[in-house]
Every structure is written in structure tokens, then in C-alpha cells.
């Protein structure tokens, strides 16, 4: 068994796995060659180039894990929803879904084909020897761009429509869980070996906003029987931690909340009186903070030997960003990222 997936089970291997969020795609200079100009849902799209771009960054740097190239909307464009990915901004759509009547015509729609997908990810899996990660994105994530037509800063449309309607937030929400549960079961078709949960705005929440409004229709797919491991991950969620982790095999933490703490956090929480998870073991993944790819090693090397520390403090540890990879880090510095944690104790027999 990989390294990646014994620690996604709790366990602890010989080496401390590492990947990085966004390895695949625009730090690479391979990847701006092979892509040219395509426009990104596209490329997504198309098995065999969506494989090789997968493939990259495991035969540059050597990492433990090969996260798919893809994008967390390409289900909402499976279903026949006109988005794009504007470069520079994200994701985009003529108009927001915000109204009734073009909600229940968005939630209308179904997902009839995944066989691009999935034809990636096994044009994936046939190129590397670590396992293939699939992702998508958790329904707050997904709604928050369909309602607002946009990214946004705020996400204040989102908030909205969660509190002036709340029924009608949920069947959004249901409906974005149901388009990433089969993005999710296209990519463990292909030979997907685990999967990650993205609910990147969901720090904008409340904790009593989140467990009330988002909650659900999350753990409808973290409950969802994969077959597969999973991993859950916000920005800015420190707060929300003890409700990310339900049903979640490994919490990614982002790069504003101690990896320490979390540890801690998620310690009590299994431990409590009547905890549904007591035996369930303590798994991070991260969190190495992006600015720091951009610092000299004297500045870098002691932030990652800080985050090993950290993560030996848990039963397994996932080495990972606290967020994606910036699009203008030196490949190098990755790659010597993963050697560092390769040569390092990992903790076993502590």
C-alpha cells in the first residue's frame, strides 16, 4: 500500500507522503507548453491531455499523490450550464442563479455523460505509480459562484439567499452535492484511490450558519459510500473544523490555523463523551504556507520542520499547502520540498 493511502487510514509509513494542492497546471512550465492556449474547461476535458498534465509534477517532483486535472466546475458544465473559466477572475456564468425561477431551472438539469472524466483519470493512472486523487468541490463552494454568476469577495449573494430562503439554498445545495457525487464516481471509475472535498468559502460562514444551512448536503457526499478514502478542506475554517471532520477520513488544514492546534481539536473531539468518531484516528493534511515558497531556504526549512512537528503529533500526517500552489513558484523549490520530507523521521515510534 502507498504511503499516501496508509496515512489517509491512519497509519504511518517510512516516509511522510507530500503533495501539493495545484501541483498540476500553471507552476509548470511543461504544462503551459503541452496546454497552449485551450481554453481550461477544455483541456479538462480532453482524456488523454487532462492525463498527462495529471502525470507532470509526479515525474518532476517526485510527490506521493497525482491530484486530477481538472476543476471543481466541470460537473456543473457536464450538466449543460453555460460556465466558463475566465482567466484571471475564475469561474464565470452569463448570469447568478439568485431567483426562484432560475434556480429550479438550474436544479432541473442532470449530468449525462462523465466518460471524459473518466477516460482522464485512467489515461492518468496508466502513466504514474502513486495514486490518482479525485476531487471536486463542496456544495456551499459550487453555489456560491452559480448564485453570484462570479467569485466574489464576500460571497454576500450566497449569504442571501441562505438566510431569505432558506429551502430554496438547500435544494441548490442538494443539487451541488449530487453534481460532485458523480464527478467523484467518475473519477474512482477511472481508478481514482481517494478523493478531496474542496468547500474553499466556506470560512466565510458562521459555525451555526454552517452546520444549519451546509452541513447536509456536505456530509451527503462525505457519506456517500466511494470505496475510496476521503479528505475534506476549507480556507480560513478553523472555526468549523470539528464539523468538517464528520465522516472525513483526513482534515486538510489551510495555512491560517495552526496544525498543532487542529491536531488538538480533533483530539478532544474523538475523545469526548458519546463521540460517534472516538476510535477514529487523527489524520491532517498541510500545511505549509504558500508565501513561504517564495522565501530563501533559511526561512523556508525551518517553517516545513515546524509543520513536521506538528504533524507527528497526529496519528498520520499528509504533508500539503495550506492552500494551492502560486502560479509563479520556482518548480525547483517544490521539488526539493519533497526530498526534504522524504529524508525526515516520521514520527513512528514517537
Known sequence: MSCFISALKGSRSAVTPVWFMRQAGRSLP?????RGNMPMLEACLTPELAGEITAQPVRRHGVDAAVFFSDIVVPIRLADVDITITPGVGPTLPHGYDTPQAVEELISRQITDTDPVTQGVRCAAEKVSVPVLAFAGAPFTLAAYLIEGRPTRDHLGARILMHADPKLFSRLLNWCA???????????KGGAKAYQLFDSWAGVLSAEDYRRHCLPATQKILCTDFSVPSIHFGVG????????AQNADCLGIDFKTPLSQAVALLREKYASPGAQERKKPVVVQGNIDPAMLMCPPEILRPHLDSVLAAGRKADAHIVNLGHGVPKNTDPDVLTKIV????SQKTGEND
Open 30 to 34: 511543461e504544462y503551459r507548453k503541452i
Open 339 to 342: 526530498e526534504y520530507v522524504h
Open 178 to 188: 449530487e453534481m460532485s457525487i458523480a464527478f467523484i464516481r467518475a473519477q474512482v
Open 237 to 244: 475554517t478553523q472555526h468549523l473544523l470539528p464539523a468538517m
